[in-house]
């Protein structure tokens, strides 16, 4: 039974994380010029002391990795093992899962990294995606970004800002303006701390034997299994298409460094790279005859056989489901489904007007598209736009 003491405490413990931890997922929009990092302080403790106090209440809401997530605990030590940190620095390395069934994951100033059991469920036995997982975290903890953010809110304070507002800056007043400014110059500023600390964990993962292109497909399969992103310019997080931008010259960068360290790739700790697609916003257009098609233009990397693009016109988002026989014709309800070898650098598939008035059930539209690779595995998803009646 849920006495008042312990739902009191189990509030306040998640505001305390609220502020203490970076999740590796969230919001999203467009990154501006982010404002510019404050130094830490050679005697700045607060972090640490901040970790200290609630490390106990964390590590009893927690489990030790190794004790169900074998694959975990082995790619965190790998990462671990490739830093280089500066004389003197210390951190006490631990992995944690969080029994929640969430899809999230965050870090802890002193060293310990807690996965979500959804998460950690999702990525399984991939020693890839663990590393895409771990070395984002492990980044945040090195940099300590924690401490970046609290001396970043501090300046905006001094500098009489006002309130920070997260999300709605609420109802307009005399301070209003400013608030709303600081507001935004935060989340300019935490997405550029996420996606610094996406850079600094895909060379990392380099160095330690998994290839880069393991962190789109993470981003990839955590957007088709509904992971939200809200355009804001309040938001702490980068949303995926948004990585996927920034973050090409990194992922070039990491790839050479994985090359030169691990000509065999396949001998690699994390082996071959994924399968990854990046699909395009889908276009609506008319044909000369005067029929609605729907264009999907994508990219593929690192295929060999074919994908499966799947229309869908599901408005509840239900979890995808494989025909009986993977790649054959058969067809559910409010389903489409056509091949692809995706072997030009912007492939499009295109949904011809037959094809999108089959088989729809009337009052239910078309809503989005899903790539799948040959077993099934979700490789991407994409929004669609309204159809024209």
């Known amino acids: ?7 009191e405490g189990r509030t306040a413990l998640k505001r305390a994380v609220a502020i203490l931890v970076f999740s590796l997922l969230l919001d999203l929009p467009a990154l501006a010029q982010s404002p510019s990092s404050p130094d830490i302080p050679e005697n700045f403790k607060l972090d640490m002391d901040t970790a200290a106090r609630l490390k106990p209440q964390l590590m009893s809401q927690s489990t030790s990795a190794a004790e169900k997530y074998a694959t975990g605990s082995l790619v965190f030590g790998r990462l671990v093992q490739q830093l280089r940190l500066p004389e003197g620095v210390r951190f006490a390395w631990q992995l944690r899962i969080v029994a929640n069934n969430q ?22 036995a991939s020693s890839g995606l663990w590393a895409a997982v771990l070395s984002h975290e492990i980044a945040h903890i090195v940099r300590r970004d924690w401490a970046r953010r609290y001396l970043f809110e501090k300046d905006l304070e001094r500098r009489g800002s006002g309130n920070i507002v997260l999300g709605d800056p609420g109802l307009p007043n005399a301070t209003w303006d400013d608030s709303e400014k600081a507001s935004a110059d935060l989340g300019r500023f935490c997405r550029q701390m996420e996606l610094e600390a996406d850079r600094e964990g895909l060379m990392l993962m380099a160095k330690a034997g998994y290839h880069p292109d393991f962190v789109p497909a993470l981003h990839h399969l955590l957007h088709a299994r509904g992971v939200k992103a809200r355009a804001s310019m309040y938001a702490m997080h980068p949303c995926w298409e948004q990585r996927d931008r920034e973050l090409t010259r990194a992922y070039t960068e990491a790839s050479i460094e994985f090359e030169h360290r691990w000509p065999e790739w396949y001998a690699s700790p994390g082996g071959n790279p994924p ?6 916003e889908p276009t609506v257009k008319k044909t000369a005859g005067k ?11 690192n295929l060999a056989g074919t994908v499966e693009v799947v229309l869908r016109a599901d408005p509840d988002r239900e979890e995808i489901k494989l025909p009986k026989e993977t790649f054959d014709s058969a067809r559910q309800d409010n389903e489409v489904r056509q091949l692809t070898g995706c072997t030009s650098p912007k492939t499009t598939v295109i949904f011809s007007a037959v094809e999108i008035q089959t088989g729809q059930k009337p009052g239910v539209r078309w809503t989005d598209v899903y790539v799948l690779d040959a077993w099934g595995a979700v490789l991407a998803r994409t929004d669609l736009p309204k159809l024209p009646h």
């Open 291 to 301: 029929d609605w098609q729907i264009q999907i233009p994508m990219r593929c990397q």
């Open 103 to 124: 899809l999230n994951a965050y870090s802890s100033p002193e060293g310990a990294v807690y996965i979500e059991s959804g998460l950690a469920n999702q990525v399984g």
């Open 275 to 280: 399968v990854v697609v990046f699909a395009d």
């Open 1 to 7: 039974m849920r006495t008042p003491e312990r739902i």
